[in-house]
């Protein structure tokens, strides 16, 4: 699994640069009011769960803006095998919690050789910190009673990552990112399947967005 997950990476990164610069080089520049980042929304998929996000944008100069992104997202061990019984019903051997992540990245993105590129496509990179919620409850009960016996739990560390945007018009633009986040759990960690601990809640993640411009 982490064998595909990172050459579906890599994949991304090679067709990110090159379309950038294919498209780029066939748009021509024209005299137009700057648009800015606003706010956004947008899907993550990551190796070990599938979130939403929504983020807040303010510039901080031409090309970068200062943002904070909200996630929320399921959390999965690596060892995790899901099986099914005679009746279709899911069952996770050994699992013991569900984990839930909820990362607050606050950060830069800045726009890459904007001045030297014509066209909509533009590389961007960001970085920046991450104060991350934990929360865990017990997998032998049913979703809504388990919220109940919800546990939480702090993390703290950084990102970075690289991307590319593409303004589809003046008020919205579609982005894709690829991350890593490094979120060291502060404590003991937390357990989703017997005797597995997870210390590190963060790993690669592919982001895909909608930012709406102003």
Request: proline share 4%; hydrophobic share 40%; with cysteine.
């Amino acid at each position: 699994m982490t064998k595909k997950f990172i050459t579906s990476i890599i994949i991304c990164l090679f067709i990110l640069c090159n379309t950038s610069l294919i498209f780029s080089q066939t748009k021509t520049k024209e005299s137009k009011k700057e648009r800015r980042n606003n706010w956004g929304i947008g899907i993550v998929y990551s190796e070990s769960g599938v979130g939403v996000s929504s983020s807040l944008y303010t510039p901080i100069s031409k090309s970068a803006d200062l943002f904070f992104k909200l996630m929320v997202s399921g959390l999965s061990d690596s060892r995790e095998l899901e099986r099914y019984d005679v009746l279709g019903n899911s069952i996770i051997p050994d699992k013991i919690n569900r984990i839930f992540i909820a990362p607050l990245s606050i950060g830069i993105k800045k726009e890459l050789f904007k001045d030297d590129l014509d066209g909509d496509f533009i590389p961007v990179i960001n970085f920046g910190i991450a104060p991350t919620l934990v929360l865990t409850n017990p997998y032998n009960k049913s979703f809504f009673n388990a919220i109940g016996f919800t546990k939480s739990k702090f993390a703290f560390g950084g990102f970075g990552g690289i991307g590319v945007n593409f303004r589809q018009s003046k008020s919205v633009s579609m982005n894709v990112n690829i991350n890593y986040y490094f979120l060291p759990i502060i404590g003991d960690p937390v357990v989703s399947i017997q005797n597995s601990k997870i210390k590190d809640v963060g790993g690669f993640q592919i982001a895909f967005g909608l930012n709406f411009l102003k």
